[in-house]
């Protein structure tokens, strides 16, 4: 087939690293993605380039921010808040033809998920306590850039 429709399940591990008055921060969390993409492919060969575009809900847990040893901000930067998000997933790949149902694929992938830089609240969200004082800040989780590679084996179930 030249055309599909592929929708999958990725789990990751993800990690950045960040400077912020000259002080390194490293964010980490563990994402979760439902892609749903349309794959064109160039049929009736041993090794099928493709190109691939598409949708992907994105969810998160776990967020962490690793703070400098010296980090003396009031109020503090709290761990990151957790997000879901929607995001276009596109990038091509190659795959490698077993027989004509098994298949070796090999992508690289691009996932972008714009953010409105026109204002700060975007970014990050203050926390406060009973009494209505600031008690620190939380950064979104949110990539807004991501890269992905990925090797797998995939069986085709032909509907039609």
Do not use: C
Not at 1 to 13: K, R, Y
Not at 49 to 72: F, Q, R
Request: overall charge negative; cysteine-free; charged content about 20%.
């Amino acid at each position: 087939q030249a055309v599909s429709l592929d929708i999958g399940f990725d789990w990751s591990s993800d990690q950045a690293e960040g400077r912020i008055d000259g002080f390194t921060y490293t964010m980490s969390q563990t994402t979760q993605h439902i892609p749903l993409t349309l794959r064109l492919e160039v049929p009736n060969l041993m090794v099928r380039p493709s190109l691939i575009a598409g949708v992907d809900w994105v969810s998160t847990s776990n967020p962490k921010l690793e703070k400098p040893s010296n980090y003396v901000i009031n109020p503090p930067l709290l761990d990151p808040q957790e997000d879901s998000y929607t995001a276009w997933r596109f990038g091509f790949g190659f795959d490698f033809m077993i027989n004509d149902r098994l298949r070796v694929p090999f992508r690289l992938i691009a996932i972008y998920a714009p953010i409105d830089r026109s204002d700060l609240t975007d970014y990050i969200k203050e926390e406060t306590g009973p009494t209505g004082s600031t008690t620190g800040f939380k950064y979104r989780s949110q990539w807004e850039w991501q890269p992905q590679i990925s090797l797998g084996l995939t069986y085709d179930f032909h509907l039609f």
